[in-house]
């Protein structure tokens, strides 16, 4: 039962460089979604939010942008710097905002 | 920045003893959370807690475990009964209200997790 999906197990970005991570969810009822990192022994760190009433949402070097009708959303970081580097874990809910559903995340590198 | 705390940073214990894992939620947050993490795969909620019971729980969170606020600060998750697949980083969370009092839209915040290893 993987309704929320993130495909890209790993992504390797040089330093200024964009970073686009993609998160695709089969749950029409989900409402409200989030971005977290994760850095190692850490809990996830909120990132950046969306609801199901917007297509972007920005702040700073995140954006992150939800296409409803694909199901799919994708957060940009730009310019991306080493720091970056973490487990990035999309998050879903239909509950206005309780039960929330990750996503297996995607491990971003970004090499100086 | 205020945020959540969780002790122990690691619990080990035998398999059928009871555990007590503890949160310290953000002070003006009402809503709480647990979460678990198993070694390699994704994190999976557990329960939520507002106004003294739970709100919200998933197929994870059967007759071992319980949850409870005993005093104004602290969010405590208990195991009765370990057993060796219990072995997970648990994370609390919290979140703040959003209009009309309820958590619509509101991020929750993590803490840094507890490491449950049962032997």
């Known amino acids: 039962d993987q309704q929320v999906k993130q495909n890209s197990p790993s992504l390797s970005v040089q330093e200024g460089r964009i970073s686009i991570l993609n998160c695709d969810y089969t749950n029409s009822m989900f409402d409200y979604f989030l971005w977290y990192k994760k850095y190692p022994a850490e809990g996830p760190t909120f990132l950046i939010s969306i609801s199901s009433i917007k297509d972007k949402n920005e702040d700073g070097r995140f954006t992150v942008f939800l296409n409803k009708s694909a199901k799919h959303l994708s957060l940009h970081i730009v310019p991306s710097q080493p720091g970056d580097s973490a487990v990035y874990f999309c998050a879903a809910s239909e509950n206005y905002g309780q039960n929330f559903v990750f996503g297996p995340g995607t491990r971003l590198s970004v090499l100086p | 920045e205020p945020e959540v705390t969780q002790t122990p940073s690691h619990q080990v214990t035998q398999m059928g003893q009871e555990v007590i894992l503890r949160c310290v939620p953000i002070?003006?947050?009402?809503?709480f959370y647990w979460y678990r993490q198993i070694l390699g795969q994704k994190v999976e909620f557990l329960v939520s807690f507002y106004n003294n019971e739970i709100s919200e729980k998933s197929e994870i969170f059967d007759d071992q475990f319980s949850v409870e606020r005993p005093d104004g600060s602290n969010f405590t998750l208990k195991i009765r009964s370990t057993k060796l697949e219990d072995s997970a980083m648990y994370f609390c969370?919290?979140?703040?209200?959003?209009?009309?009092?309820?958590?619509?839209?509101?991020?929750?915040?993590f803490g840094d997790g507890t490491r449950l290893s049962i032997l």
């Open positions: 969370a919290s979140s703040a209200t959003g209009t009309g009092g309820v958590s619509i839209n509101q991020p929750q915040h």
């Open positions: 002070s003006n947050h009402l809503y």
